[in-house]
């Protein structure tokens, strides 16, 4: 379950910490709190009341779009030293996506109306910060653009590409989704997913037991992302 913990330094590890005056550094301590969620949780639903900004400290979170048919679109992945999304800190009322906990994780959680009130009055801030949701945005079209161009084993190929480079920074990881979870990342079916894992698997290309990758011809996975 979510717990607050603390850490009398947690604060100093926000993005774009050292651009505040001291006063607003203050005023940030009071209006934030680090909060430790189990894997599971769900961060916030799609549709529901804004209520803060949140920046992962530590763990994994997966960022999702509702479909029809009890489908959902995986955004990507949220790793440590990032906002879980910059999407919110407009001066929308409603989150405009869900945010699931898939490792263990620390989030800092900053009340939403101290920090917009931060981004009118403070320039430096506010240029950083949309710099910062520029770049969110577009990875998020890179990704999609990915997905309607490239043919499934590229796109699986691009997913295994970043859990090795991205997320655990090694080509042997556990993979930390469903298969279904994984197919929903890759914009595919599951039973497709399955079958080009296991196609990748015969052919010598990764090493697979369970959920745990071993990407054994890394310049094979490459050339596969590439052509697409």
């Known amino acids: 379950k979510m717990k607050n913990t603390s850490s009398a330094n947690f604060i100093n590890e926000f993005p774009f910490y050292d651009v505040l005056s001291e006063d607003e550094k203050h005023d940030f301590k009071k209006f934030s709190h680090l909060v430790s969620y189990s894997q599971g949780e769900i961060l916030f639903r799609q549709d529901s009341p804004v209520s803060h900004i949140m920046f992962l400290q530590t763990g994994l979170i997966k960022v999702f779009i509702n479909g029809r048919h009890n489908s959902s679109l995986v955004f990507g992945l949220i790793t440590p030293g990032n906002f879980v999304t910059l999407l919110n800190a407009s001066d929308q009322d409603l989150y405009r996506c869900s945010a699931k906990v898939v490792e263990h994780s620390n989030v800092v959680l ?37 997905q309607f161009q490239k043919q499934l084993p590229g796109r699986v190929a691009d997913m ?59 310049a094979i996975i490459r050339t596969l992302s590439r052509l697409g």
């Open 160 to 218: 295994l590409l970043y859990f090795s480079e991205k997320i655990y920074k090694s080509e042997t990881f556990t993979l930390p989704l469903t298969r279904r979870e994984l197919a929903e990342l890759a914009g595919t079916t599951k039973e497709s997913m399955i079958r080009t894992l296991a196609e990748f698997r015969h052919d010598k290309i990764i090493k697979l037991d369970g959920k745990k990758v071993e990407i054994t011809s890394p």
């Open 110 to 146: 900053t009340e939403i109306s101290f920090f917009r009130n931060l981004i009118k009055n403070n320039g430096e801030f506010a240029s950083l910060i949309l710099k910062y949701a520029g770049t969110e945005g577009l990875n998020i079209i890179s990704r999609f653009m990915n």
